[in-house]
């Protein structure tokens, strides 16, 4: 079988994700981010002056989501991320007025791909609307490991995934096809006793490492605690509390359409910006 050179690389180990996932819904999940996308998601589609009777729910875990925009769609089926980059998502094409999609994207090997999908199933003036992590989420935990394992192991181990930053995303919008991208960012700030605090919050949203090229073997416990020394002396506030950032991402996009706005053609002005400064410059 020969390669495809085009295929997206598979950063995810997405089985484990499922995995982690429903042990963190057995125990007591930690949940506080998708709340606050849930409740999110329904104030921004308030303000949009449309009806959404066919909507789709793409790969969100738990009914926050589908629970808090109950009263705004007639119908929303949830529909899930495909663990093998080949199997396309289970979509017709021109089915939706509305795609959704909470803290599901960043864990997808072919983000372009998914988003060309979504896009081909949005009717004429279909709406995106979906929030993924992204951004410096975790920094501070991949700052305090790199030095810990730099120092006590003379190498570093891949440990949080890499997360896209507001301008990839916006550019994969424009290169799956959307209309009138969107992207903007809400920075969630959250404080913890202790870096081992953190993490086990991290167990309980199911979040942890599921890179491919994961460490196999179990971390040491001097590099543990040299971490969480590190961590306490970088990133505390004065009461010794650190702080842990989460950069959750939204995006929107449109599927084409004739009534909606265009940008004027390069040449089309009838003003000339020189001469509008010229007039406001002072004599």
Known sequence: MTSNPAAAPILFDRALLHARRRRALRGAPATFLLDRVAEDAAERLHVVLREFKTAADIGTEGDQLRNALAGRVDQLTRVALPDLETEPLRLSPESLDLAVSGLALQFVNDLPGVLAQIRRALKPDG????????????????QSFAAAEAEC???????????????????????????????????????????????????????????????????RRATLLRMAQIYGERFADSDGRIRATF????????????SQQQPLKPGSAKASLAEAVKRLAPE
């Open 127 to 142: 709406l995106l609307l979906a929030a993924m992590i992204g951004g410096d989420t975790l920094t501070e935990l991949r």
């Open 153 to 219: 192991e003379g190498g570093v181990s891949p440990r949080v995934a890499p997360f896209a930053d507001l301008r990839d995303v916006g550019s994969l919008l424009q290169r799956a096809g959307f209309a009138l991208p969107v992207t903007d960012v809400d920075r969630v700030v959250v404080r913890y006793d202790s870096a081992f605090a953190l993490m086990t919050d991290l167990r309980r949203m199911g979040a942890t490492n599921i890179l491919v090229e994961r460490r196999r073997t179990p971390t």
């Open 247 to 258: 950069d959750v991402i939204w995006l929107s996009g449109w599927a084409p359409h004739a």
